[in-house]
């Protein structure tokens, strides 16, 4: 796969464009309070529909360059564990420390890097990436009951969880018409 929209970005653009599909899933799995269980299935739902985004979208260069090398086991581990490293010190950098103050951030950073996408890539590109996150953001979402016992009773998408998704699906709509 050529890596020709890659070049369109600096460094930092592709670090926003391509860690902003984990940081929303992320965020997302912090929204709820899924237990111990829960957040794994959380954070399973979160691996699995970032990955589907590549059969979701097989044309779609951005999304495939993106996920370029995530079969590999390893290489995938080493990415995402530079991403975590450069995020984790972003985020003492800035000083955050509540739930409220991530979601802001990651909603911020979201929004820069779908603005890059809108001014860098195809129309077509851009939309799809838009439906991958915000389809990741609801995977995860619905992955875990929050509120029951033992996995029993609760809710499927918990409060915060949908006041989340509305502000995730208010930035991607202002974000793609600005």
């Known amino acids: 796969m ?29 929204a709820g309070k899924s237990g111990f269980l829960g957040t794994i299935k959380e954070a399973m739902a979160n691996m699995k529909s970032l990955m589907s985004g590549k059969n979701e979208y097989p044309d779609n260069e ?22 975590r490293e450069k995020l984790m010190a972003d985020i003492k ?31 077509t590109e851009a939309s799809q990436y838009g439906q991958w996150v915000k389809s990741v953001a609801q995977k995860v979402a619905e992955s875990a009951s929050e509120g029951g016992f033992l996995g029993f009773g609760g809710e499927q998408v918990s409060e915060n969880e949908k006041v989340l998704l509305t502000k995730i699906e208010g930035m991607l709509k202002t974000s793609t018409n600005a």
């Open 2 to 30: 050529s890596n020709s929209i890659r070049d369109k970005f600096s460094d930092e653009e592709w670090f926003l464009v391509s860690s902003a599909p984990s940081l929303i899933g992320a965020s997302m799995a912090k």
């Open 93 to 123: 950098n800035k000083n955050i420390k509540t739930n409220g103050e991530f979601q802001n951030y990651m909603l911020e950073n979201c929004g820069k890097a779908m603005k890059l996408i809108k001014a860098n890539c195809s129309a």
């Open 62 to 83: 951005l999304i495939g360059c993106i996920l370029q090398g995530a079969e590999n086991f390893s290489e995938a581990k080493e990415k995402a564990s530079l991403y």
